[in-house]
């Protein structure tokens, strides 16, 4: 019993150790992608969307656009990642905005002719040399400037 007992402590030792290293580069790649809007003039919107993804997983994020708000969208990404897709789309699934790299991080513009609901999309790519059950953060931080007519 005493013998089963240290393995799960070992066991939660090396899960949460792990566990906070993720955290922390996730944290940093939040803090990168939130001074892009700050040098930019972007009032980020509070919150930034994070998680931890592996080769061919999507993660997706609803938001609403207002019109009259100028908006950069800023994906970072772990470098252990091979890369990534990103997409923005309409509630009906109507691609507005598509773009794919190898970099770790992709910024973009995008105004709305419309107030709307809108899908943004992070699917990371596939590669033949990176781990397959590696994962990586990927987060997705947006912010804002109000348009004056």
């Given at each position: 019993m005493a013998k089963l007992l240290s393995y799960l402590i070992i066991?939660?030792?090396?899960?949460?150790?792990?566990?906070?290293?993720?955290?922390?580069?996730?944290?940093?790649l939040a803090e990168r992608g939130i001074a892009i809007l700050n040098e930019n003039s972007y009032i980020p919107d509070g919150r930034y969307n994070s998680t931890l993804l592996k080769e061919n997983e999507v993660s997706q994020v609803y938001k609403p656009f207002i019109k009259g708000k100028k908006y950069m969208i800023v994906i970072t990404a772990d470098k252990v990642l091979p890369g990534f897709e990103v997409s923005l789309a309409d509630m009906t699934r109507?691609?507005?905005?598509?773009?794919?790299?190898?970099?770790?991080?992709?910024?973009?513009?995008?105004?709305?002719?419309?107030s709307q609901n809108l899908i943004i999309s992070v699917k990371v790519n596939e590669s033949e040399e990176v781990e397959k059950n590696l994962r990586g953060c990927v987060n997705i931080i947006i912010g804002s400037i109000r348009i004056i007519d």
């Open positions: 066991f939660i030792f090396f899960f949460t150790n792990s566990f906070g290293q993720s955290t922390s580069t996730c944290k940093e109507k691609i507005i905005y598509n773009d794919s790299t190898s970099d770790n991080k992709i910024i973009f513009e995008y105004t709305p002719e419309k």
